[in-house]
């Protein structure tokens, strides 16, 4: 009863809090992951509002699935100084400008991703496991340009497998489309890995469309790992947080504009109009 009793306080938690609060939590050198995936339902809002902030927090190592338009704001913001995805770019929209050029003046340090070494990472990390043994990679140069993933042989078939190294994260911002106060959790469509960054992550900052009181539905992240809840409408645009809105086409060829003429900060300064 007593154990019962402890999990239910720590569920039902109040965790709503205003965002200007949870910007101090990212702290230099840390490494930060930012849900959603690639122009859907990532966490502008929160990438703006830290880029308002002085000083900006330096030398982070940004991972995402596939990173994108927040992603992008982050390097260009003079942040970043590793990344850790297999994409980075605007899908149709062309390349990401601000990655693009940090990468041309030789400022990023890229760890080279795939799909498969992202998520066996995470599952190591999710199982307090030093690695992951998977069949990727298997064949491939990717070794040469990652010496810290090693081999390992099978101790049953005598298989060569690639032992993936367990990803340690410091915090994962995520963007929903409705969050009750305590920290549980509706996407809204595109789940990637954000099941995974709750659970790996040290801290774990939801922005939300929507805080209501009860949620309905099935719930896709349990508040349990949450640090806080932040209500923050509009909060992915521009882009989309399906199905509250899609995302805005005009406005990120705008910020790609923006990018190419020189005035990134211009824009980061801008609130939506």
Request: proline share 6%; net charge negative; hydrophobic share 40%.
């Amino acid at each position: 009863m007593e154990r019962f009793t402890i999990y239910n306080f720590v569920l039902m938690q109040d965790k709503l809090v205003d965002l200007t609060a949870v910007l101090p939590l990212i702290q230099n050198n840390q490494t930060i992951a930012l849900g959603g995936m690639t122009i859907y339902r990532r966490p502008v809002a929160f990438v703006r509002a830290l880029l308002q902030q002085q000083p900006r927090p330096q030398n982070l190592t940004l991972l995402a699935f596939t990173a994108g338009f927040a992603s992008d704001m982050l390097v260009g913001g003079g942040c970043v100084s590793h990344t850790r995805t297999c994409y980075f770019g605007l899908e149709s929209f062309g390349l990401a400008p601000m990655f693009t050029k940090a990468v041309e003046d030789g400022r990023l340090t890229i760890i080279e991703e795939s799909e498969a070494s992202i998520a066996c990472g995470l599952r190591a990390a999710v199982g307090k496991l030093g690695f992951i043994p998977s069949r990727a990679w298997q064949g491939t140069d990717l070794f040469k340009v990652r010496p810290d993933v090693k081999t390992i042989i099978d101790p049953y078939s005598g298989e060569t497998l690639t032992a993936f190294p367990a990803i340690e994260v410091d915090v994962a911002i995520i963007h929903v489309l409705k969050a009750d106060r305590f920290g549980n959790a509706i996407l809204g469509g595109n789940p990637t890995i954000d099941e995974m960054l709750s659970n790996v992550a040290k801290t774990v900052i939801i922005t939300a469309e929507e805080v209501v009181d009860e949620l309905e539905g099935p719930v896709e992240l349990t508040g349990l790992p949450v640090t806080a809840v932040c209500h923050v409408p509009n909060g992915a645009w521009p882009t989309s947080c399906y199905p509250a809105y899609p995302l805005d086409g005009k406005e990120i060829l705008r910020y790609v504009d923006a990018c190419h003429s020189g005035q990134f900060e211009d824009y980061v300064k801008q609130s939506r109009s």
